[in-house]
Structures are given as structure tokens and as C-alpha cells.
């Protein structure tokens, strides 16, 4: 069990309560990672994180936090439980002084809100998460805290503040897939407020980070991009050649 892991050791959980909370939320293996353009981009959480599977559309809010004893569906049921799993964690983690743990178990609950559409709630546990990152000095998960806080600020529409949030993660962002992904957000968001001369500049800088990153995946993401901001600049001829680099790293890609 990694320390300061959202499932580490903490008062009131034996390891095996939190190998069955690990196999709830688990759900199905996460697949490799892919990149869709035009959207704001979610940072994959590291595995020692335990998150729950992100699987959240980039709808409006719509849903709440299942009520406990609402049966209307397993799914509904499981959720329930999970939410209940991780504020008992985050609970017992205060308790044993863990504050690592407390915040890693209030990501986990960010997920599960975002899973239901609930970005507002799900932005004030990231909050939460961001402190207890901060107090802790884990840059890593500062950057993790930061990225979801702008794409749930985008997918509510804020698009001035998700680039704050965006911003200040790329001042942390050290590797290159993870400056990659600051970079896109910018960039989406720069298009979702009209000024799509900084959004060229952002998925530029983009692709030469997921180029040196060497993701072909974050490569045909990042063209694609440039391609869609260059047809709303009426650069034709570059919209055509960028979106024929795109097709083709498509179809190797499959």
C-alpha cells in the first residue's frame, strides 16, 4: 500500500475493508489513454491514487449525490455505498492526523460527483484535495487537483477561471504529457472565449510537448486542434494540411 495513498492506513479501516473499497471502485480496467480534441483533458490519476474510473461526460449538471436507500438501480446502489466508503475514509484519515489520506479520499469523491454530471460538487472536494496537497507538499497531486478543477470550471461554462486554474497548472507541470494537457485546456478554453489567436499559440506549444512527450495519441489530438483553430482563422490552406496530418494519424492509430 503506497503511503499517503487515499487508502492507506488510517484509524478505524482494516486492510481488508480497504482492498473491498479498492475492487468497488475499481469498476472495469482503464484503457489506454486517448486524447479527444475540441474538449478539455483529464489528467489520468496515478495508480497508487486507487481512484475510481472517471467516466463523466462533458454534459451540463444534471445529477446529484445518490440519497441513502435510494434502490432505483445497482449502479445507483454502488454509487451510494462509494460515497459513503470514501467519507468514512476521509473521516477516519482526519481523525489519525493523515491529512495525505484525507485528500486523496475527497479526489475520490470529486470523481464520483463528476461521474453524476455534479461538477459544482464536485469542485469543492478538489478543493479540499488541492489543500491537503498543498499542506503536504505533493506537487504531483497539486497538479492533479489543478487540472480537474479547470475542466469542471469549463464544463460549467466558467472559462475565464478554468484558465486560471489551467495556468497555475502548467507552472507546476514538469513532464511533457502533463504540460501537453495545460496546454490543450488553454487552448479549448481560449476557443470557448473567442480569442482564437492565443489558442493557435497554446496547441502549438501543444504539440511540440506531446512531439517531445512522444504520444501519438496527444500528437493527433494536438493537430486536430490546430487544424479546427486555423479553419476559425480562415487559414484554409493550413486548416486542410493539419487536418490531413490528423486523418492520417488517425488511421495508423486505428
Not at 497508487?48 to 441513502?68: I, N, Q, Y
Not at 487540472?147 to 472559462?159: E, F, I, K, P, T
Not at 482563422?233 to 493539419?242: E, F, K, P
Request: proline residues 4%; charged residues 20%; aromatic residues 6%.
Amino acid at each position: 500500500m503506497a503511503p499517503g495513498s487515499a487508502l492507506g492506513t488510517a484509524a478505524g479501516f482494516k486492510e481488508t475493508e480497504q482492498s473491498q473499497l479498492v475492487a468497488r471502485a475499481a469498476g472495469k480496467p482503464r484503457s489506454a489513454t486517448h486524447f479527444s480534441h475540441s474538449s478539455p483533458v483529464w489528467l489520468e490519476p496515478p495508480p497508487h491514487l486507487k481512484a475510481p474510473a472517471r467516466v463523466s461526460s462533458t454534459g451540463a449538471e444534471t445529477a446529484e449525490e445518490p440519497e441513502e436507500g435510494d434502490e432505483s438501480s445497482s449502479h445507483r446502489d454502488s454509487s451510494s455505498r462509494l460515497f459513503r466508503d470514501f467519507k468514512t475514509l476521509a473521516s477516519a484519515s482526519r481523525r489519525a492526523n493523515n491529512p495525505a489520506a484525507e485528500g486523496n479520499a475527497y479526489f475520490c469523491i470529486s470523481i464520483l460527483h463528476e461521474n453524476n454530471g455534479a461538477h459544482a460538487k464536485a469542485s469543492s472536494f478538489l478543493q479540499r484535495f488541492l489543500q491537503a496537497s498543498i499542506a503536504t507538499g505533493n506537487v504531483e497531486n497539486q497538479v492533479l487537483a489543478l487540472n480537474a478543477l479547470g475542466v469542471n470550471l469549463h464544463l460549467q461554462s466558467d472559462y475565464e477561471a478554468a484558465v486560471q486554474f489551467h495556468q497555475q497548472h502548467l507552472d507546476l507541470a514538469h513532464e511533457h504529457m502533463s504540460q501537453f494537457v495545460a496546454y490543450t485546456n488553454l487552448g479549448v478554453a481560449a476557443v470557448a472565449l473567442g480569442d482564437f489567436d492565443a489558442a493557435r499559440s497554446h496547441h502549438e506549444n501543444a504539440l511540440r510537448c506531446t512531439v517531445q512527450g512522444g504520444s501519438l495519441q496527444g500528437e493527433a489530438c494536438a493537430t486536430a486542434n490546430l487544424g479546427c483553430v486555423a479553419m476559425r482563422l480562415t487559414d484554409y490552406v493550413g486548416s486542410q494540411a493539419l487536418l490531413e496530418r490528423y486523418l492520417r494519424l488517425s488511421q495508423s492509430l486505428k
